[in-house]
């Protein structure tokens, strides 16, 4: 498609921070170096802060579509910043992303750990210190700052003034010493970093249907959501008022000692009151508290107090304000393929992914709503007595749409169970999902509980149906008595009543209650059931009931266990025997490249990566609950991936996990599929936020929730099997303020 290829970077400057986002950061930023080369030729550097006049060979590169313009980041950064300062104005199909390129192979994002992860030679990777040099040179100076008390606004400034002193002239020399090695080292580097990873760096996933997918995705970002800024300042409003009553009531509670965000006096205090040595006073550790019977009111008081003052939630609110651009939107909000492995999306900036369910009801929050816009904070926490949980629980309604048309939202209706029944096989579910479409059907909860207990879900209770709904979430993958007592929590289940339950109508068969008494002495893993209980409070008792309701959920799905297993021994298969396909059942396969690259081919043909793949001997178990028949002894599938610290460290993985990256990376593809028919039928796509889409309308009757959820439920041609179709429904809503 090009004749050559122009590797391109910018470094710039600009008083509005990155987290907000580069479109809010591109409004008022200026490019001070844009280092390039043509294809395997030189790095140069444009230091435009000096010069203003682009070298010849850069306009031509730029202006030439036959060149390829490589860039790091450049969709979601560079692109913008050029645009705004007037460098270029360049097409999406111009561009290749190396960020994108690498987060679609499951690689690291970060041009530093990417370079780690495909090898690049030490000398060529990228600058150590390249932090220091940013906040240098990019961002100004702070007013307390040795400059900035003399009224200088940044670096920069320092660089092209004159000076008497002699400290000052050595100062101001060894800033222009440094901004020439960030001109002429660093910001060189970083071309000939990215040139080595553009060309080590895998194209399976590139294709036509996914680079379409991608524009999709950038025409998404650029569009932007339209925010409600008088209830976002009226949020703030009532947040700083509660937060000062908060403060002033800790100190109350404490005789002046402390208040709310002095976490070192507080942990001290509590551990004191107490008794005990704590880990910190982070939410879990302080809602665990909370649930001792022995607090007296003042110290249960004090931890509601620091709960509240320290709600990350509304937190978010200052982040939408400082991100609305000039036009009221926020853009940039959506990172394509941001989830390792699955290439689901990722939120960015504000999040909406993981905005907090709501707490107050449907018929409260409207009215709260208002209350906010108008600044009642004292009649809202009146109504409600808790400011915060009135501000948690709206900030979905901060998102609205532009005047004069209407928010249309549409979700799709248990994509991953749906999925993973496809995916495995399991035909039965696979009927109860489309009769329970067509109305004729049980609700899925219910009929998973029946399933399970060998009774009718007519018989189904409320309890059961929670009871099942937890089984369903929490089991799907694998999971054990640790993933049930997760879900179990999020959804308020409580296990002594459920094991009273279940003892006292004898629901569970002898030999499966025998089979977890087994599991629990079984050598191996006993230490962790007993720290298991020990961290959630049960006793031996709750753990056999949970233990014996995942086993009871197993043999009601027994083609999904079937399935887990074959995920597992094709990818050990495919390993031990290089470029060879296996599957897992009718949709999965599993190949280990000659470069040691484990790949998951899904039904659409996409590919789930695992870079340098391997069977080790590993020294510790992983978070999983594992089972008697779990795994080849310790040695593990093994690879390297990004974990919680963000780093590239090796990982191993399992049956479970791999039906999980396969059912997510599923899901992701169905709702892909639809976008494109979906954005061009008027409905424009402002967001996705999991399984759900957001869209934006022209204020008719014409456009409904109706009309995007058929469209939405569309089923791709590879999502039909040899015996099997995936059944697919949404629901949704049309307001003119986002919901959950």
């Not at 460098?87 to 960020?99: G, K, N, Q, S």
């Amino acid at each position: 498609m090009f004749d050559y290829q122009c590797f391109l970077d910018t470094e710039t400057a600009s008083p509005i921070d990155i987290k907000n986002g580069g479109a809010r950061y591109a409004e008022d930023c200026d490019t001070l170096i844009v280092t390039y080369a043509i294809g395997d030729g030189e790095v140069k550097a444009w230091d435009r802060y000096h010069d203003k006049k682009m070298p010849r060979d850069l306009r031509k590169a730029l202006r030439d579509p036959r060149c390829e313009i490589v860039m790091q980041n450049g969709i979601k950064f560079d692109r913008l910043t050029m645009r705004a300062n007037g460098i270029a104005d360049l097409p999406i199909e111009r561009i290749t992303d190396v960020m994108v390129l690498a987060l679609m192979h499951a690689l690291p994002g970060g041009l530093d750990e990417m370079c780690k992860a495909l090898k690049v030679p030490v000398k060529d990777a990228k600058d150590k210190r390249g932090k220091l040099l940013i906040n240098r040179f990019c961002k100004p100076l702070k007013p307390a700052s040795k400059w900035g008390k003399r009224g200088f606004k940044s670096n920069l400034e320092v660089m092209g003034a004159s000076f008497e002193k002699k400290g000052d002239i050595k100062a101001r020399d060894k800033l222009r010493a440094d901004y020439a090695y960030f001109r002429d080292v660093y910001a060189c580097k970083d071309i000939t970093s990215m040139r080595h990873c553009w060309k080590r760096i895998p194209r399976w996933n590139c294709t036509t249907r996914e680079m379409r997918l991608l524009a999709l995705d950038t025409e998404i970002n650029d569009r932007g959501v339209y925010l409600d800024i008088k209830l976002i300042d009226g949020a703030l409003a009532a947040i700083a008022e509660e937060q000062a009553y908060l403060k002033e009531r800790a100190y109350q509670l404490t005789d002046g000692a402390f208040h709310t965000n002095q976490v070192a006096l507080l942990r001290k205090h509590l551990e004191d009151t107490i008794g005990i040595e704590l880990p910190g006073v982070g939410a879990d550790v302080l809602l665990g508290l909370l649930e001792r019977d022995d607090l007296d009111e003042w110290t249960r008081e004090l931890i509601e107090v620091r709960l509240a003052a320290s709600s990350s939630s509304t937190a978010k609110y200052q982040l939408m304000k400082t991100a609305r651009m000039a036009d009221g939107r926020v853009r940039g909000m959506l990172q394509f393929a941001g989830a390792s492995r699955t290439a689901r999306w990722a939120g960015r900036i504000i999040q909406p992914q993981n905005f907090p369910r709501p707490s107050l009801k449907d018929y409260i929050l409207p009215q709260c709503i208002e209350m906010l816009r108008n600044m009642h904070s004292r009649r809202a926490r009146k109504l409600l007595a808790a400011t915060m949980e009135v501000c948690t629980s709206a900030l979905r309604g901060c998102i609205i749409p532009t005047p004069g048309k209407k928010l249309v939202v549409a979700d799709l209706s248990n994509i991953e169970g749906r999925g993973l029944a496809f995916l495995a096989g399991e035909k039965w579910k696979l009927e109860a999902f489309a009769a329970y479409d067509r109305g004729e059907g049980e609700d899925l909860y219910k009929l998973a509980y029946a399933r399970a207990f060998n009774i009718s879900a007519d018989a189904v209770d409320d309890l059961g149906r929670q009871i099942g709904k937890v089984m369903e979430l929490g089991l799907g993958y694998g999971g054990g008595v640790g993933a049930f007592m997760q879900f179990a929590k999020v959804y308020r289940l409580d296990l002594y009543a459920l094991a009273d339950v279940a003892l006292d109508n004898d629901l569970i068969p002898r030999r499966i209650w025998k089979q977890a008494h087994k599991f629990w002495h079984n050598p191996k893993f006993a230490a962790g059931h007993k720290k298991l209980c020990r961290e959630n409070k049960i006793s031996k008792r709750e753990w056999m009931v949970c233990d014996s309701l995942k086993r009871m959920w197993r043999e009601a799905h027994p083609e999904t266990v079937k399935f887990w297993y074959a995920c597992e021994e094709a990818a050990r298969n495919a390993i031990d025997n290089p470029g060879e396909w296996f599957d897992a059942g009718e949709h999965i396969s599993f190949q280990m490249t000659k470069r040691g690259w484990l790949r998951m081919r899904l039904p659409s043909g996409r590919y789930v990566c695992y870079p340098d793949a391997s069977i080790r001997l590993s020294r510790k178990h992983s978070d999983e609950d594992k089972d008697e028949d779990d795994g080849d002894g310790d040695f593990r599938i093994t690879y390297m991936g990004m974990y919680k610290s963000a780093k590239w460290l090796r990982m191993h993985t399992y049956s479970g996990k791999l039906a999980e990256n396969a059912t997510q990376a599923f899901a992701r593809d169905v709702l892909g599929y639809n976008m494109p028919k979906i954005n061009r039928s008027g409905y424009e796509i402002i967001l996705s936020v999991h399984d759900e889409l957001l869209t934006e309308t022209e204020d008719s009757e014409d456009y409904n929730e109706h009309e995007l959820a058929k469209m939405m439920s569309r089923v791709p041609p590879w999502a039909r099997g040899r015996k099997t179709v995936l059944p697919l429904n949404a629901d949704g809503f049309s307001d003119y303020r986002y919901r959950k």
